[in-house]
């Protein structure tokens, strides 16, 4: 594959209408969610022994942020067998990209985005537009 091939397939398997590429995905995808977030709340309420008070409940955004420094490798898919859904390399590991909408307002909260499985090449191209080292001038 060449330059040209390889910029044309990714644009080829860039979804339709999800024009912008971010590497990792959102955090409802790695259940970093409302619901997970009442539930450690309900959690914190239910382990205060009898007598005790309830410390203060993190905000959901602090909730989100103490999930994300539990888990720093969290897009880093692992091995995978499947071919890389942006150049289509052979079954390796992967790692999380997020395609999103010409129009992000909502994006988020309507679960609007598509979450894809890319290799590393392609990883580090939608991160900082690094062409593959093996391709072809
Ligand atoms: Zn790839």
Redo the contacts with the bound molecule.
Sequence with gaps: MNIKEYEET?AANTPEGYPYLVAGWPDEEHDYDWCAYIDWARDEVDNVYEGEDVGPIQTFDQFKAMRRDENPDRDDLGFSHEN??????APGDRYAVTAWPEDMGNAVSQGDYIVMS??A??LQYVANGALPHDLED
């Design positions: 990714v890389c859904d942006l150049c289509g390399d890319c290799c090449e392609c």
